[in-house]
């Protein structure tokens, strides 16, 4: 039995590549620092092991004990919009980590380092964004991905380290850190919504998204080891289909059985419009994410109700407080 290394395991997207992993008859260990993950994401036949990628001592005995021949790295603090603030602790934790985990594979020659970086390498480009274009990151969150989509490729150049490298985007789904409120929109809403609060938005809502259900990413995710053309490539991942932020709304409300009710606060720092072409991947893959909005949020709400809300913490460590949307001071 091969043994696979998914960080991030016990968080939203890690635990669920970690479970079709399983699934596909590979030993799995998850390490997660459960910042922003769940025990009870991961069913018991996979190991967690509590700590950081920024651990290098553990990060050595784990790759010491096991001998991984496969990585996949998803551990990471997804806040686009506040990676502006806290740009050592983004640096630290998306890119540093990241080349902890590729030092490490490299020198127990893992055999392929599969790593989920973002659209947000993009910036505000042509769209839709494809993997052909010259990536122009607008926050420090995309450049620590793009830095690390880099290293992954000087890497192989010098070393022959093998990766995938895929590019998703405005991932939903169960499993999702509802209390998170600095990052992924539909957990906000449904999390306010259980709240009795209203749903706060942003400027006037009409930025678009392409929202992408995570049974239309997962599992590609996790099975592209097994595809030879997927080495040494990138790969948008996700729904063809942009929504507004306010026709997001309305479907979340619908879903949760209220009626809308939106807040709509100043404008932040964002890039407007981001979706992205799947073309490359269904070419590969030979497949195409199949389950609309209405399918994939109606889901994700029959979840959240029986989770039930969840407190919003405060990130305490802001570096930088000008210019902080005064919704993230409280």
Known sequence: MENVLVTGGAGFIGSHVAIHLANQGFNVVALD???????????????LE????????????????????????????????????????????NLIGTV???????????????????????????LPMTEDMQPMPEDSYGIAKFAAEMELKVSHEMFGLNYIIFRPHNVYGEHQNIGDRYRNVIGIFMNQIMQGLPMTIFGDGEQTRAFSYIADVAPLIAQSIQ??????QIFNVGADQPYTVNEL???VAKAMGVEPNVKHLPARNEVVHAFSSHEKIARVFHVRPHTTLEEGVQRMADWARKVG????????????PIGLPASWKT
Not at 50 to 66: A, H, K, M, N, P
């Open 50 to 93: 509590v700590g950081s990628i920024l651990d290098r001592d553990l990060i050595e005995r784990l790759f010491s004990t096991y001998s991984f021949q496969y990585v996949f790295h998803l551990a990471a603090y997804a806040a686009e919009g506040l990676s502006h603030f806290i740009k050592h602790f983004n640096y630290q934790n």
């Open 249 to 251: 709304a309305r479907v």
């Open 33 to 47: 620092d459960l910042s922003g993950g769940f025990r009870e994401n991961l069913p018991e036949n996979i190991h």
């Open 227 to 232: 595809i030879p053309e997927a080495y040494n």
């Open 100 to 126: 902890n985990l590729i030092n490490a594979s490299v020198n127990h020659k893992v055999r392929c380092f599969v790593f989920t970086s973002s659209i947000a390498v993009y910036g505000k480009g042509q």
């Open 309 to 320: 809300a969840r407190k919003s913490s405060t990130f305490n460590n802001i570096e930088i």
